[in-house]
């Protein structure tokens, strides 16, 4: 008995420590060349849906990075067992 409680709760470990992800899309490149500035902004929610006073907008990355030729921008997606939502935009250029 005290094998199977213990057998469930390591699979039930596995299953929250593996069930996060992160992914990072292009979203958009122009024809300026590849600069050497990098900007990025960061939106973190709880729950999928509670945003407090957040922006990842393009704009915002763009600022933070001191960047007004625009060459590529990214997204950088992060999931925490859905409770713990990350977008970061990524931008670089001159």
Known sequence: MKFKLFLAAVVISAI????????TMPVA?????????VGTAKATGFLGVLFFDADA???SAAKNGGITKISTVDVKYSNILGLI???ETIVTGE
């Open 57 to 59: 907008s393009i704009q």
């Open 29 to 37: 490149a122009t024809s300026n060349p590849v600069g050497s500035k």
């Open 85 to 87: 939502v990350s977008y």
């Open 16 to 23: 929250a420590l593996l069930s996060s992800c992160s992914l």
